[in-house]
């Protein structure tokens, strides 16, 4: 076996790619160290590749400010069409994600993305939006990652789990070096040892062809290694390498030679000692572990210098004066601060404008270190611009201190509209995160400049944000009246998604007053954000109208707006308001019984959400609970932490009756009144009809005398803990919720019991079923039914045990990963058995088997 000869990954390479040519596109992603081989493989892979495939490559920068979406202009450099044309529009980005993927749909097409690991926001929404609606392309997207060099919260993670969850992702793992593939690289040399050199690299490729290249044994580190080559070089030669290794991984010849003052193409010997190789006209490092090491070794003057030096060359050529960020590194390289002032801020902007918030927000922060010199407006510019950007990053507290510094620049600067502006910036930043101590006076400082002034967008947002602080601290009546407030102000602008927002807020403030008046406050709001096409807004009310409905058990209205809302993010790639709503749909979806479809979604809101987790943390931990599961009560608790954290009433309403639940569930009678009684008084204060009536009902089954029951509860609780337990049973069918009626019909006579059984078993709802048929037997009950025999479905694909358990995790939406830890496993055991119980279903995808599976005929 040599470097190249990694049967299986090819193999793996190979059969992703003949599936996109058929016409089911998906990603592969090939992982492993830094030296591990992975774009060698690739490589290999490319230059055998099935005839037709156009191939398309790309890589992630290492710059401290990485150009936005820069495998795409790499790309765009093979692509003839609109693609090239776009970019240096600085369109829209919806405008270009949607043009690269007519581009993978218009012929077969492997497209390489390297260094996923250094990839921009751009580019990692850019992966997202293909990844959605991969298969209906001809192409095989091939990434390249360091996964271990990510921490758990990198956003690349995300992207990833995204992948998995859509099963369009191959995950392609590379090995290092046994010692019998040293030793075939090694050959006939006999001055070195296959197993000295296999232990003193512990198989790193890398560093197996540096030790084997110096014919002496290995070096301790990558950078003695690099650095022992780059010695044998001449002067000239050691120039170059120098040059190569400011201008980045890879970079073109003419640059290379400005920079350097040498011909590169009449100096071989840096070729020659394997640290550059020619790619066509540019120079291209062999890995960025030897550019890195190069670089770090260039005395600061020298690479002061030399920073100035590549501007100088790239600022005036056409084909890079508009690569503004990589200007800018160079710029801060040079410690040139006019330059930097110049073309940062600019960098910055057209970052933005692609998504890229965190580059764009370093590039902010590069121009503000330099900035102490500029005239006071300015400098408040700028602070609010990164101040804007960081607001998309955590921890967003960073950003409400860039709000704070901008007011005060444009406090000094004489500008109450900006000075106001920025304050109300700070007060939404302080309400929204925290700390709650300073919320009421961040909103004070703001509306004490805005009121002076003509009224205006920021001067009802900071009203409204008044009166939602209000109704959090439970002044209701002031945050109705402070509601108002903002809708007139609103009124008064004329702007349809001004006045949306407005009345998005006060039907907010009305709902534990007056539902019914709440929800068409919300309906018109979502009207005005839709005619408006304010997509940020529209899907934002389409999260709160969604989840109200949710709450209030009103599930074809919740179908209705989550039906438009979810499609609505999902093509704008607003993952945050599409995990919330995700999470609200995948707990409806519990409710009526669909509860394998439900877990698979509450997985995936949860793997993409950064906040609003409660109502999928909910939904895993109840269907948990009911199914029995051990890992149940540690959800649950997960789920209330984070309401109480939040302190919103509603939320720790659900995750107060879901501790409840869970806890009777596991036969704890203490704990389930605990909960019960923990927020009873307070909801019952707010008039909060199901809250009230699923507490009660948790307080009822745990010995509380809660009669008389206020006559807005709930109905279906209410008629259950009144006795009335056909009349509950009733409700609930009507509603659509299988569980909660078979919960009713199991406190009736011996028929509806036996009805009872029949849903806790086709739901799977262990617990239920078995305190149910104890009752029964004790009752006296014959011909109780047995419940379902462990193998009740028919098998027709001949499935091994592990291979059906593996395939119902699938369902539940869990990656290879989770499944492997869930199962105790090796991922490669786990992904073996996948591939093999895809080969039994004859599926080509995960979702394919789950899908085939769900069909199988019943016995």
Request: aromatic share 6%.
């Amino acid at each position: 076996m040599t470097l190249l000869e990694r049967t299986l990954p090819l193999a793996a390479l190979d059969t992703a790619l003949r599936d996109a040519v058929r016409g089911v596109g998906r990603f592969a992603l090939v992982t492993g160290e830094a030296g591990i081989g992975k774009t060698a493989l690739v490589e290999h892979f490319a230059q055998s590749r099935p005839a037709g495939a156009r191939q398309l490559w790309g890589a992630c920068d290492s710059l401290s400010t990485p150009r936005p979406l820069g495998p795409l202009h790499d790309m765009a450099l093979e692509i003839r069409g609109q693609l090239p044309t776009l970019l240096n529009a600085q369109s829209q980005r919806h405008t270009l994600f949607s043009t690269m993927l007519v581009e993978l749909q218009n012929r077969p097409t492997l497209a390489v993305i390297e260094d996923l690991h250094w990839a921009d926001e751009a580019t990692l929404d850019l992966l997202a939006y293909l990844g959605r609606r991969i298969e209906r392309t001809t192409a095989l997207v091939v990434l390249t990652c360091r996964e271990d060099e990510l921490g758990l919260t990198h956003p690349v993670r995300a992207l990833l789990n995204d992948l998995e969850g859509r099963s369009v992702i191959t995950r392609i793992p590379l090995e290092p070096l046994t010692v019998v593939a040293v030793r075939q690289l090694l050959g006939e040399r006999t001055d070195l040892d296959a197993r000295e050199v296999h232990r003193r690299t512990a198989g790193n490729p890398f560093f197996v062809t540096e030790a084997i290249a110096s014919g002496a044994a290995p070096s301790a580190t990558v950078r003695d290694a690099v650095l022992a080559r780059a010695a044998r070089l001449s002067s000239t030669g050691q120039r170059l390498i120098e040059a190569a290794a400011i201008l980045g991984v890879r970079c073109e010849g003419w640059a290379l030679t400005d920079v350097s003052g040498i011909d590169a193409s009449v100096t071989p010997d840096a070729e020659l000692a394997g640290l550059l190789r020619a790619d066509g006209s540019h120079w291209v490092f062999r890995h960025e572990l030897a550019r890195q090491a190069i670089l770090d070794s260039i005395p600061p003057m020298r690479r002061t210098a030399l920073h100035a030096q590549a501007l100088a060359a790239l600022r005036h050529a056409p084909e890079t004066q508009t690569d503004l960020a990589r200007l800018a590194h160079h710029a801060v390289g040079a410690g040139n601060r006019d330059d930097v002032l110049t073309f940062a801020p600019v960098a910055a902007r057209q970052a933005a404008a692609v998504g890229a918030h965190r580059a764009a927000a370093e590039l902010f922060r590069r121009a503000l270190d330099v900035a102490d010199e500029l005239p006071v407006a300015e400098r408040a510019t700028l602070w609010e611009s990164f101040a804007r950007e960081r607001g998309y990053l955590e921890p967003r507290k960073d950003a409400i201190a860039a709000h704070r510094q901008a007011a005060a620049l444009w406090r000094e600067a004489g500008n109450p509209q900006k000075l106001g502006e920025s304050l109300a910036q700070v007060a939404m930043g302080v309400y929204e995160i925290g700390p709650k101590s300073e919320t009421g006076q961040a909103i004070d400082a703001a509306l004490e400049v805005l009121e002076e002034l003509a009224p205006s967008p920021m001067l009802m947002i900071t009203y409204r944000t008044q009166a939602l602080w209000c109704l959090a601290n439970a002044e209701d009546d002031r945050a109705i009246t402070l509601a108002e407030q903002a809708r007139s102000i609103a009124v008064a602008l004329g702007d349809p998604s001004v006045i949306g927002s407005a009345l998005e807020g006060l039907g907010l403030c009305w709902l534990a007053h007056d539902t019914h008046r709440a929800c068409d406050y919300l309906e018109r709001s979502l009207a005005l954000q839709r005619e408006a096409r304010a997509d940020l807004r529209y899907s934002s009310v389409c999260a709160n109208l969604g989840s109200v409905y949710c709450e209030q058990f009103r599930f074809a209205d919740a179908e209705r707006v989550l039906g438009e809302g979810i499609p609505h993010a999902v093509e704008r790639d607003l993952d945050r308001l599409l995990a919330f709503m995700e999470g609200w749909q995948a707990l409806m979806w519990m409710h009526q019984g669909r509860w394998a479809e439900s877990l698979g979604l509450a997985n995936r809101s949860l793997k993409r959400a950064t906040s609003g987790k409660i109502p999928a943390l909910i939904t895993l931990g109840r269907i948990r609970a009911r199914r029995g599961e051990a890992t149940a009560g540690e959800i649950l608790q997960e789920a209330l932490t984070v309401g109480l954290r939040i302190g919103n009433l509603q939320r720790l309403g659900l995750t107060r009756a879901a501790s409840a639940e869970g806890a009777w569930l596991a036969g704890d009678v203490e704990q389930t009144r605990e909960h019960a009684r923990a927020l009873y008084d307070v909801a019952a204060a707010k008039h909060l009809s199901w809250a009230v009536g699923e507490l009660a009902y948790w307080r009822w089954r745990a010995g509380d005398d809660v009669l008389p029951l206020p006559d807005w509860t709930a109905r279906p609780f209410a008629l259950h803990i009144a006795g009335d337990w056909r009349g509950a049973a009733e409700a609930w069918e009507r509603l659509g919720c299988p569980y909660e009626q078979a919960r009713a019909l199991a406190d009736g006579d011996v028929p509806a019991q036996v009805t009872a059984l029949a849903i806790f078993d086709r739901l799977g709802a262990l617990p239920a079923a078995a305190t149910l048929r104890e009752a029964m037997q004790a009752a006296g009950v014959r011909r109780i039914p047995r419940g379902p025999r462990p193998a009740a479905r028919a098998n027709p694909f001949g499935l091994t045990a592990r291979q059906s358990t593996i395939l119902a995790l699938i369902d539940e939406g869990l990656t290879n990963v989770e499944i492997a830890a869930r199962l105790q496993l090796a991922p490669k055991t786990v992904e073996n058995t996948i591939t093999a119980l895809l080969r039994k279903l004859g599926a080509r995808t995960r979702h394919e088997a789950v899908e085939k599976a769900r069909r199988a005929p019943s016995v």
